[in-house]
């Protein structure tokens, strides 16, 4: 996930932008280019329209779990019941792209929630405009948040957005449940669909990091008590700094018997599907999001 390793690479991507330089291994230079400006933009202007886009109505909301009151981002089309999704967001939290992401999610058919995973210490946003990993100032905001997370934490949050997902009109209950993280979100999503296994469907992680590693409560561990269809997107640059998470996750998938999907994306660098990182990578993003719609067409049925 988010750390000085990631952000050094970054760093030197955007200073070969900043000099002119070719990169001819990373694609869409002249997106990425804009992707730095995007807090300034709009993040919403960056994503591409949804098709045949279904209207739709959004509310704040807040729920309510055993450490506290989450404030969330909840839309959902106005019309009918739906697959409910959770998306846990990247390490700078609830904010103005993750909305526009999940009010995407929601033309597309799905009754969305958006969760502030840092509710325990702010509500969101915890950072402002056009704030960056790469500042030191935001880092002190929100690493000491990320840090006061852990594997307890993301189950009692998942069932608490289980529980009020299947209270909503707009869920149809007789569906299950999709979730997707970003960076630090990744764990979140494999210990959301084992947290309430009879009820998750479908789980997409995008960069997200720490999925499996040596420690005892390495999330890729859980994966035989779970029944989700999964997709993994990794950052090229992830995958050069752990090479084997890859092939452990799909070692752990085949000796439960369930269906993964995970692939490493060339040229793309962590952080490069929200609209506004500073390494977005349209052309990847889109073909990320285009697997992910594929796997809830089929797996939230």
């Keep these: 996930m988010c750390d000085l390793d990631t952000q050094r690479d970054a760093d030197a991507f955007l200073a070969g932008v900043k000099a002119?330089?070719?990169?001819?291994?990373?694609?869409?230079?002249?997106?990425?280019?804009?992707g730095v400006l995007s807090a300034v933009a709009g993040a919403g202007m960056l994503l591409p329209p949804v098709a045949n886009a279904q209207s739709v109505t959004e509310s704040d909301v807040e729920i309510t779990t055993a450490?506290?009151?989450?404030?969330?981002?909840?839309?959902?089309?106005?019309?009918?019941?739906?697959?409910?999704?959770?998306?846990?967001?990247?390490?700078?939290?609830?904010?103005?792209?993750?909305?526009?992401?999940?009010?995407?999610?929601?033309?597309?058919?799905?009754?969305?929630?958006?969760?502030?995973?840092?509710?325990?210490?702010?509500?969101?946003?915890v950072v402002g405009e056009g704030a960056s990993f790469s500042q030191p100032d935001v880092r002190n905001i929100v690493l000491p948040?990320?840090?006061?997370?852990?594997?307890?934490?993301?189950?009692?949050?998942?069932?608490?957005?289980?529980?009020?997902?299947?209270?909503?009109?707009?869920?149809?209950?007789?569906r299950r449940i999709g979730t997707t993280g970003y960076c630090m979100g990744g764990?979140?999503?494999?210990?959301?669909?084992?947290?309430?296994?009879?009820?998750?469907?479908a789980g997409g992680?995008?960069?997200?990091?720490?999925?499996?590693?040596?420690?005892?409560?390495?999330?890729?561990l859980l994966i035989?008590?779970?029944?989700?269809?999964?997709?993994?997107?990794?950052?090229?640059?992830?995958?050069?700094?752990?090479?084997?998470?890859?092939?452990?996750?799909?070692?752990?998938?085949?000796?439960?018997?369930?269906?993964?999907?995970?692939?490493v994306y060339t040229g793309t660098l962590h952080g490069w599907c929200p609209p506004d990182s500073q390494v977005y990578d349209e052309t990847q993003a889109e073909r990320a999001w285009s697997r992910l719609l594929a796997l809830f067409e089929i797996a939230l049925a």
């Design 187 to 201: 764990p979140m999503v494999m210990r959301t669909v084992a947290a309430v296994p009879e009820r998750l469907g």
């Design 67 to 125: 450490d506290g009151v989450a404030d969330c981002y909840f839309v959902h089309p106005s019309q009918g019941s739906h697959a409910a999704v959770i998306v846990w967001p990247d390490i700078l939290g609830l904010r103005p792209a993750f909305r526009e992401m999940g009010k995407r999610l929601a033309q597309s058919g799905y009754s969305v929630l958006v969760v502030n995973p840092f509710y325990r210490d702010a509500r969101s946003p």
């Design 145 to 174: 948040m990320a840090r006061n997370l852990n594997a307890d934490t993301h189950f009692m949050d998942a069932r608490a957005m289980v529980a009020f997902l299947d209270a909503q009109a707009s869920v149809d209950t007789s």
């Design 20 to 34: 002119g330089e070719k990169k001819d291994k990373i694609a869409s230079l002249s997106r990425r280019e804009f």
């Design 224 to 263: 035989p008590e779970t029944q989700s269809a999964m997709l993994h997107c990794v950052a090229a640059n992830d995958d050069e700094a752990d090479p084997v998470a890859k092939d452990t996750l799909s070692s752990a998938y085949a000796a439960a018997g369930l269906s993964a999907e995970i692939e």
């Design 205 to 220: 992680t995008f960069h997200g990091g720490g999925l499996a590693t040596d420690a005892d409560n390495s999330p890729h």
